[in-house]
């Protein structure tokens, strides 16, 4: 796999010139579509934006932008020095300037602060076992937006509306992605072939359904139980 040593604010300027323009059209914004190489292969796909509702600080998975990250496309490696997670638009995205961002798109994978995302039908999964990627363990981000609380007959608003971070869990096994609560229902219903030796495993070493390292333990258990 090659690397390559650049930031996103060289990745535009170097490459600006030979992107591929079309229009896009994505949730009202309208904005050009780049294929951004380095002369023999396409390094990137991405939308270049300026757009004041993309730079909300409460819709990003990480607080600061200056994030050492690497994202791979298409079996190159670039580094990356300024990219976050826009968790209600569910894309990874880089600040290039006070008021505009790079939106990243088709990315296979982000290695950022220590978090391993992974690309399944277009969306992005936090593969919980930085170890190794292809864990089927995995966690979605996304926006919870609430609605203000507004008074029936004066119409005043009581409560303002706002934004939560929120996350989800996944199995991915036999490429089948199921939806999970940490609950001990839910998980062994996922693992039903190893049932009784997960709920022993469980017992033996004290762990918790509702525990997200104690569930990565448990399904590495099943994994080693398959193998075997």
Known sequence: MKKCFVLVYIV???FYLQAQNKSVNNEALNYNNYQISNGKTSLVTGAYLNSDELKRNENYLFDKWENNATIVFKNEEVLIKNINFDALRGKFVSQISTDSVFVFYNLDK???LGKTFININNKYYQSLDSSNPENG???EYYIK???PEV????NKVLKPGEKKLMHKYYMYLNNTLTEINLKKKDILN???LKK???INFVKKNKLSYHN???VLKIYTFYNSLLIN
């Open 145 to 147: 937006e609430i609605k």
């Open 212 to 214: 997200e390292e104690d």
């Open 196 to 198: 009784e030796e997960i």
């Open 151 to 154: 008074h029936v007959i004066s």
């Open 110 to 112: 982000v290695f950022i």
């Open 190 to 192: 996922v693992f039903n």
């Open 137 to 139: 363990f995995l966690k």
């Open 12 to 14: 535009i300027s170097s």
